[in-house]
């Protein structure tokens, strides 16, 4: 985890500035160390900077605080002892406008306490040297933001392979150039992947696991730990279902957490829907359909017996895209969402009435059995065709009249077949939004996206073959009795 008094801002190495031509800035003292990283770039004339830095600057001065006497004394090591314990990364001297040179006095100190001791030559201003920092800060910025956006692309692409767990993992793994692996329950390794670690780090990683597993109120969701040759960090999956993501790396860089916690995000939905056992359930149920079985031998593997068919199409004049369909499905409560050109149909288990969802109209069918699906679905999509004609947000398909109920279901049948025998079924569908809708050419033109014109040849074309006045109201009710045949 990364040190709280560090600024929070991404360190650009020592060396990167000191290559800058245009500052001309050279290291007199302290180790040369490439890996040396300010956070910060700091202006002060204190005798006592300490009360005033957080960690991790390079502090700048022009010596106005040294007094005369300075060098024969103690100030100099006094001052650096100062800097270093307030946890300063290195310390540029302008030569100018108070000094020619930089005092002997602290070069010897910088040395003694290892502290990088940088000359700013006169012709370069301390604004210039912040200036700097804050550029090579925003392309380290710049850098790390590319690297997360590249390592999301990568690990979501992953996650979408038939293999997605050990793909998520081996991604990981060669994004933090280490080791990544997926603990069970039982805290036994699932999957792995990566550069392999020491036993001490791996004992080490493994213990980290209990700390974030989840144990009741307060258990971390990620811990972090640092061994002599690993950068190690857990991270707890799902709601309680057990499972978590160790890493192991040779050493943390920006960004590295981020990516890790993307990884995290994707295993939890992965390891949820597997614990969960609903992403089974509904592939068997699938399995089933495709090799024959009844639809109410695989609707118990689905959750229930009686179900609702709901189809919607989004307000917007773009076709539904699979997220949306499927947070539509979230938001009605099944997980059994199919996208069908402009129209998403929804089998839900019946239950609470759906509820209209913004944005979107729907169409609902009556409740019906696994038998009915096929009917449900039509009804659905007349409901629908129905909802768009009038601008609601949601119609329901009507329960079956009392006067069906008074005929055999078998001579209903037998009537509407033979009297609807002289129509194709595109002329069929017409009538059938024509009637439901009192007659209206241009709602029936909305629900069926054609152009009036069309209904009225339709409709005329109808009467025709019928050889009925579609104008009588018995002839319309006869109609509408057989027209409500699934």
Known sequence: MPDPAVPPTPPVPLAALLAREDLGLRQIAGPADPSAVVHWAH??????????????????????????????????????????????????????????????????????????????????????????????MAQA????????????????????????????????????????????????????????????????LTGLTEVVRPSGPGTPTSAGHATADAHLAAYSLGAGHGFVLGVAAPQRDPGDHTIASVAAVLLSLLTGEHQSGSGAARSSALVRLLLGAPAQDV????????????????????????????????ALGSPLVDVAREVVRVLLPAGPEPAPQPGWTLGVSAVAGPREWAAADVQA???????????????????????ADLVPE???????RALLAPLAPALTETLRTWLSLHGSWDRTAVALDVHRNTVRQR???????????????????ELWFALRRP
Not at 394 to 403: E, F, I, Q, S
Not at 410 to 416: F, G, L, N, Y
């Open 381 to 403: 999509g007349r409901a629908l065709a129905r909802a768009r004609a009038t601008r609601a947000g949601l119609v329901r398909y009507g329960a079956r009249p009392v006067l």
């Open 299 to 330: 609707a118990p593997l689905l959750g229930g017996e009686r179900w609702v068919v709901v189809h919607a199409r989004p307000d917007t004049l773009t076709a539904p895209d699979p997220v949306a369909a499927s947070a539509l499905g979230a």
């Open 459 to 477: 409709i005329a074309k109808c009467a025709a073959l019928l050889e009925r006045d579609l104008d009588d109201p018995d002839v319309r009710m």
């Open 410 to 416: 078998a001579d209903a049948e037998a009537h509407a």
């Open 141 to 204: 910025r710049h850098a790390e933001l590319r690297r997360v956006t590249e390592a999301q692309q990568s690990l979501a692409a992953a996650a979408s392979r038939p293999d997605p767990v050990p793909s998520v993992l081996r991604q990981l793994a060669q994004r933090v150039g280490g080791w990544a692996v997926l603990y069970g329950p039982d805290g036994v390794e699932v999957a792995a992947a990566g550069r392999q670690v020491g036993t001490a780090a791996r004992e080490a």
């Open 43 to 136: 202006t002060s004339e204190m005798a006592d900077p300490y009360p005033y830095l957080l960690g991790g600057e390079l502090l700048l001065t022009a010596g106005v605080h040294i007094p005369e006497a300075a060098g024969s004394g103690t100030y100099f090591d006094d001052y650096v002892s100062r800097i270093v314990a307030a946890g300063g990364a290195a310390l540029g001297f302008g030569v100018a406008p108070v000094h020619d040179t930089v005092p002997r006095a602290l070069v010897a100190a910088c040395d003694s306490y290892e502290l990088p001791l940088i000359e700013v030559p006169p012709r370069t201003t301390f604004s210039a040297v912040a200036r700097a920092v804050w550029q090579l």
